[in-house]
Each structure stands twice: as C-alpha cells, then as structure tokens.
C-alpha cells in the first residue's frame, strides 16, 4: 500500500523560505517519479516541480525556477521541496504525488500535470503573508 505524507507547511512572510518533506513508503521499485504540485483558493491544481527517484532529474514549473529546489534522500525515501523567496501567490495547499515508471518518454509537461499520477498524499497548507 503505498502511502505519502507531506510536512513542513505553515505561514510565512513574503520573501521568507520553507522546506517541504514528502515521506514515501509501499512502492515496490526502486524507480519511480515524485511531483510537487500545489492547488489555490477556486483554481486548478498545478504542476510545481518533480523529482525522479532512480535518476535524480528534476523539473520544474516556470514560475518557481530559481526559487524552489527539489531533493531526495533515498536512504530515508524522503523527498524535499525547498522554497525561497516566496510570494502571495505561492499560497496554497501542496501536495506529493507518486507515480511508476511510464511506459513512454515524457515530456517535461507530463511531469507537471496531476493526471499522470496515481497515488496522492494528504496535502499541506503553504500560507505566504504579511
């Protein structure tokens, strides 16, 4: 049974920083993609980044690049989403997400888009405010 749960959210100034963990566990592989995504007030879900565990690439949503970093820790089946310099309009509920390995390349869109990804954990709240 795969199982993610998510840390590390809460309130925080504009300009200020915070580290997100995704703890991973029930996947049988060693391989398998995690993504961040986030989902604000009355919008739609949205991409923020992914991490493939088995190779370490990364990917990330336009509107983050430079400011957030993601990360894993294998040993620990962690991953981490560190987030800097953030705005108001980084509120929002953040989520993991875990997939397998897909049966096609992907494209950098389809690291970024929730409907590739089957299980979900439970969310955390990013509040950014002044």
């Known amino acids: 049974q795969v199982k993610l749960v998510e840390s590390g959210g809460g309130l925080v100034q504009p300009g200020g920083s915070l580290r997100l963990s995704c703890a991973a566990s029930g996947y049988p592989l060693d391989y398998y993609i995690i993504g961040w995504f986030r989902q604000a007030p009355g919008k739609e879900r949205e991409g923020v980044s992914s991490?493939?565990?088995?190779?370490?690439?990364?990917n990330y949503a336009d509107s983050v690049k430079g400011r957030f970093t993601v990360s894993r820790d294998n040993a620990q089946n962690m991953v981490y989403l560190q987030m800097n310099s953030l705005q108001r309009e980084d509120t929002g509920v953040y989520y993991c997400a875990l997939v397998g390995p897909p049966a096609h390349p992907w494209t950098s869109v389809d690291y970024l888009n929730p409907r590739r990804y089957a299980y979900w954990g439970q969310g955390t709240q990013v509040t950014v405010s002044s």
């Open positions: 991490i493939t565990v088995g190779d370490g690439s990364t």
